[in-house]
């Protein structure tokens, strides 16, 4: 259990320092945002909880795939918020594009051959 609490609290503080970051300075908590830290964390605690290589580098071939169609939600979401579309539907709209978007991969990465 104590394993769990301090998992979630790196996790935690991870994203505090984001947030803390971009309330200063936008560009630079975007930065740290945009670092692999949350994917790193998640392939320490699998090693940790598993030592399954092959677990972890089909979680990281995974993570690249699910990456690609996340990322017009970082366009879409700001354009719309500059157009005068509230927070939450925009946020909404970003994030049904994004579930959209992975539907689609999985599709076309499925008639590759490639399974994630």
């Known amino acids: 259990m104590l394993y769990a609490i301090v998992k ?27 670092l692999p830290l949350v994917s790193i964390l998640a392939i320490i605690w699998l090693w940790r909880d598993t030592g399954d290589a092959e677990r972890i580098a089909a979680h990281a071939e995974a993570t690249f795939w699910y990456v690609i169609p996340s990322l017009p939600m970082f366009l879409i979401f700001p354009a719309m918020l500059r157009h005068g579309i509230g927070f939450w539907p925009a946020l ?24 994630i």
């Open 92 to 115: 909404a709209v970003g994030c049904a594009v994004t579930v959209l978007l992975y539907l689609l991969t999985v599709w076309i990465a499925a008639r590759f051959g490639i399974a």
């Open 8 to 34: 979630a609290a790196i996790s935690g503080i991870l994203v505090m320092v984001v947030s803390e970051t971009a309330k200063r300075n936008p560009a630079f908590g975007a930065l740290i945002a945009s």
